[in-house]
């Protein structure tokens, strides 16, 4: 069956404003899009950006292109709207993501900085995410001809320190018989990590496709800490891992953990240790005094939602995904 694709939408602003469309930013143009995006968050509750496009605004491999809506026009122009394409397969489809400034929503930005994106990809399906199912995306996805394809849960399991709510306590530790556990080195690991990955995610369209530039984007990162990279090798070899994030606090918001990543060798599959290794790293986050860890899962994966149900986490929001068929020529 051929999918049919969209007729192209109007790309205008609103009345007095401008888009222009970069593939790269200069430094002034990415911090008036990280405060755009803090902005946002502080009205959400949620980022509108992933990590992956917030490490990529100053990346100048054209891997992506950015569209920037503006409060009038020139030098000093406030920015209102912005959307983030990243094109790295952009034969296949291009990842989409945007953001609108809380006090300019409702007046059109969103549709036209997104039908401006569309215009950019040459036809290609697009897939456009909404964190935290944002009701005013769900009604710009449908006017722009996009389809609901995909939810990501967040869920959310307190730990019980640093003020958090009662939390019931952790499950003793216990790795599968063979099974050792270190730290992540540096220098060292890099390239088995990165295999294991690619194993271990075959199948995910954003985890399996990181590469050596995407891991040191992260490892440079401020909030990398090895101690908490858990590795798990059976015989000398790296068969799974545990990397775990904390998320600074801001003002009264305290620090959050996070299961960032949890991956098993395929050979691995029903030994336990996707369990162990998330263990390892919630008492790892425990003992670092955190409130509450976080992490995300796709909704449809019955198997690993009953593993974090058991271990205490709840569903606290969603995340959610659109897809274009493309423009028409």
């Not at 000093?76 to 709207?81: F, H, I, N, W």
């Not at 305290?254 to 336990?272: I, K, L, R, T």
């Not at 996707?274 to 390892?280: D, E, I, P, Y």
């Not at 955190?290 to 994966?301: P, Q, T």
Request: glycine letters at 12%; one cysteine or more.
């Amino acid at each position: 069956m051929t999918e049919r694709r969209s007729a192209r939408p109007s790309a205008a602003p609103p009345p007095g404003g401008s888009l222009v469309v970069r593939d790269t930013l200069d430094d002034a143009e990415a911090s008036a899009v990280r405060a755009l995006v803090a902005r946002a968050q502080h009205v959400d509750g949620a980022a509108a950006l992933i990590e992956n496009a917030l490490l990529r605004l100053r990346a100048d491999d054209g891997c992506a292109r950015h569209v920037l809506a503006h409060d009038g026009a020139g030098v000093g122009a406030d920015l209102v709207a912005y959307a983030h394409l990243d094109l790295s397969e952009a034969r296949a489809r291009v990842a989409a993501e945007c953001v609108v400034d809380p006090r300019h929503r409702r007046a059109g930005w969103g549709s036209a900085v997104v039908a401006r994106a569309l215009l950019e990809v040459d036809g290609a399906p697009v897939l456009l995410w909404s964190h935290g199912d944002h009701p005013g995306a769900a009604r710009m996805a449908g006017r722009l001809g996009f389809a609901r394809v995909r939810d990501l849960w967040r869920m959310v399991r307190p730990l019980g320190a640093a003020g958090g709510a009662a939390a019931p306590p952790l499950p003793a530790m216990q790795l599968p018989d063979g099974i050792a556990v270190r730290t992540y080195e540096p220098g060292r690991d890099e390239r088995v990590w990165l295999d294991l990955n690619a194993r271990a995610f075959a199948d995910h369209p954003e985890q399996g496709a990181m590469d050596a530039g995407d891991l040191a984007q992260r490892t440079g990162s401020e909030w990398f800490d090895p101690a908490g990279f858990f590795l798990a090798e059976r015989a000398g070899r790296l068969v799974g891992f545990h990397w775990t994030k904390v998320h600074a606090g801001e003002a009264a918001e305290p620090a959050v953990g996070e299961v960032y990543v949890v991956g098993v060798d395929p050979a691995e599959q029903g030994s336990g240790l996707g369990s162990a290794l998330t263990l390892v790293g919630l008492h790892h986050l425990a003992g670092l005094g955190l409130g509450s860890v976080l992490l995300y899962v796709e909704a449809d994966n019955a198997p690993a939602l009953r593993v974090y149900a058991r271990l205490g986490f709840r569903h606290a929001a969603t995340d959610t995904q659109y897809r274009h068929p493309g423009l028409a020529p």
